[in-house]
């Protein structure tokens, strides 16, 4: 991988990562924002109908939130392989991942082939 591929990739990594800290921002916010609202709930009131769409909200905001440092932890994993030399590497099978796979999933640490075969053995 030459250093023009290395640049590139580097300022797709970094400006992925702004969107992603810009999402867990976003989730923590909503978390507190739902936090609050309960706060101001009486304890007792498990049979409020409002407390279940509540709770619902609460799991979908904390749903995203770690889906998005699950990303990030990639991404961070993909810029120190960068660093390294090591980006574009596969885990599985120690060969090149194709650019156009990257271009399209830049925190990928695997070929198509390794990552579908890991995805079946996880089932
Ligand atoms: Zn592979």
Known sequence: MDDTV??????????????LLAGVGASERLLDAIREARSDTPADDEHDPEGGTMSAEWSRAEGLLEGTQRELGELDAALARLAAGSYGICTGCGSAIPLERLRVRPAALQCVG??????RVRG
Request: aromatic share 4%; proline share 0%.
């Open 114 to 119: 390794c990552a579908s075969a890991s995805t």
């Open 6 to 19: 290395r640049r590139e990739f580097g300022a797709l990594l970094h400006a992925q990562r702004d969107e």
